[in-house]
């Protein structure tokens, strides 16, 4: 381990060590140390951040998640895509694997997303025909929380989470 | 789920082959845009989306993100942390690995951000102890408009910087 990393790993215990004092939501801000450093960066105009990972099939990654989930490419060729939201909320992207870049084992990485409308959600995708892991459904009996999970063709777990939808809305 | 899977390659490939016709603007648009099902899944405000990944040293983890990197806690448990930058731009989560949820191999992700002004940003980093793999070059050759810098996570994961060569003006 580094220098540098031997100072990560002390900043991050101070702070998981804080979570012993933190008892309830009113006194998180007494008990959480002031960052070290502030986040001083700009994001700027093409995207602002974004996971990469590699799979061995990319068409059937394009597929799913630009023809079945929806998705928009923000960058895409032959062994690239980038993908987004239609309102660029997020970003993120997968490569063809080769002999360079080995396809991200299954199961290594999850995509997550918090939908505000799950239930139409939920009908939505089994609508297209996406087969869910688990199927979306409250987090315990009489749970406002829902949550679900499906797979892409190369094994990246898509997890979904929404809140119910309160009455008139 | 193969079934499932085949028309999703079936759909990928026609995309592909699409690309290959691309002449204009208007093809470009087409490949990009058009596409079996619309994204009509509202996200929700407090979190939107996020990736989540598993690492041996948590705390390490932490400690850059938070110390370093100047990101703040938006979820943190002993063994779990999602972390956002005050505009709410992108989330970051990670686990502690454990026998159930095996540490992520290091190069099966990289973690990428696209600063205003790369120079600038790199340039902080090296003054918070950051040491970067590869200091910021131009992409993807000499005569490239792009510029790129990468370091890693105390966990090995990798981190690219990118940025345009011009930087904003003040």
Known sequence: MSDFDKICKEYGKARVDSLVKIKETKNWEDHWPENKNEYPFNLGPCWKQCVEYYVDDFEAEVGFFVDMMGLFTNAFDDNYAMLMSPEKEFYFSFWKADKDKKATPPGAIKLCFLDSKIKNLKETLEGRGVPFTNNIEPLSEGSPMYRGECVSPNGTIVEIWGMEEEEGE | ?170
């Open chain 2, 1 to 170: 789920m193969r079934d499932f899977n085949n028309v999703c390659k079936t759909l990928g490939d026609e995309r592909l082959n699409r690309l290959k016709d691309v002449e204009s603007e208007d093809d470009w648009s087409q490949v990009k845009t058009k596409r079996k099902h619309s994204f009509d899944f509202p996200l929700h405000d407090a979190r939107k989306q996020w990736v989540e990944y598993h690492v041996s040293d948590f705390e390490a983890e932490l400690g850059f993100y938070t110390d370093i990197l100047g990101l703040s806690a938006q979820s943190l448990s002993q063994d779990y942390a999602v972390l956002h930058n005050e505009s709410h731009e992108f989330y970051i989560g990670f686990w502690r690995a454990c026998e159930e949820k095996p540490e992520t191999p290091t190069g099966a992700i990289s973690i990428c951000f696209f600063f205003e002004d790369i120079y600038s940003g790199v340039d902080k980093l090296k003054r918070r102890g950051v040491g970067f793999t590869s200091d910021v070059k131009p992409f993807p050759d000499e005569n490239g408009t792009c510029r790129l810098a990468k370091l890693k996570t105390p966990n090995g994961h990798s981190i690219e910087i990118w940025g345009f060569e011009d930087t904003p003006s003040e």
